[in-house]
């Protein structure tokens, strides 16, 4: 079988694809850009002016989103909120829309974030509302991590945590169908923190100037920045782990469908690894065993001795069986460079109230 490349939309949007065609689409595109963003700007005052209802419910809501389609390192972010609730000695739970779900049903940020949060307490449900309360019934819930809440207005929240991509942080600057935008930069304004991720991967002058804008369009906000550094290197086989540097000087084939494949390519480079194929699948793909054995077909015709996929991709791939390189994961934590402890005054404020 043919291994998928990434379908034109998403290159589209990301801004890869080029030529007279797609700048000709964009310029298109561009009114349809405005009255999307025009559109999330009147719903999001039809909740605050209460002509549509905002619910609250009894215990702390802390929003864990991002200003662009595609990935900004959230799930890295959510993990480290819930391991922040936990040393104050509160009992946390995620809640998801479910977006990205396997075939055993649980999306998989949830199920990655569940191989590193023993004891992870989560809700899948469109409905947020109704998965809140379900969270505080069912897990004691003391306080409630909404993944990916930044555009979602019909819960209440205490606090507002807005993940930005330093390798991609404006998404072009136009919203959907023409950048990649959910809505415009002003509103990051309603945040009350900004973590700049992936900093490491910037130049230190780009990054000032990143850190500049959005101190401009976010002046109330804590902003930080962090990196996404690799901890560890997980046999998909065996379930033998390895330090990161195990990579070093070795050929590999990276295989990934999450949002922002040009990031963990590079995350590869940087650890010393030659990269001699890639495959980028689209974002929550849901892996076939098929997919799997072509892959590592593809990765031996390269001439590379390991298939490399990340942690959120690696809880959908099917057991692998047959020769081949080895398949390995990749597993990242993110750590603050700057801001950490603003964060964490952030946060212990929300907890704490009483």
Known sequence: MHLPTEPFPVRFIRGD???????????ALTPFSWLFGTATEIRRSLYQSGVFTVHRVPCPVISVGNLTVGGTGKTPLVEWVVRETRKLGKQAAVLSRGYGASAKGVPDELAALSESLQQLAYVSDPDRVRGALEAIERHRAEVLVLDDGFQHH???????????????PFGGGYCLPRGMLREPVRALRRSDVVV?????????NTLGRLARRLHRAAPKAVLATADHRPQCVRSLVSGEVFPPS????????????????RAFEATLKSLGAYLAGAARFVDHHDYRPEEIEALRRAADAAGANTLVTTAKDAVKWPAPSGPGPEPVALEVRMTFRTGEEQVRERLRGVLQRP
């Open 17 to 27: 694809a080029t030529g007279p065609g797609p700048t000709a689409l964009r310029w």
């Open 154 to 168: 019909r819960l209440a929240r205490d606090l507002d945590i807005v993940a930005v991509d330093a390798t991609l």
């Open 196 to 204: 700049l991720t992936r900093a490491d991967q910037v130049e230190a």
């Open 246 to 261: 195990s990579l070093e000087g070795r050929r590999v084939y990276a295989a990934s469908g999450i949002g922002n494949p």
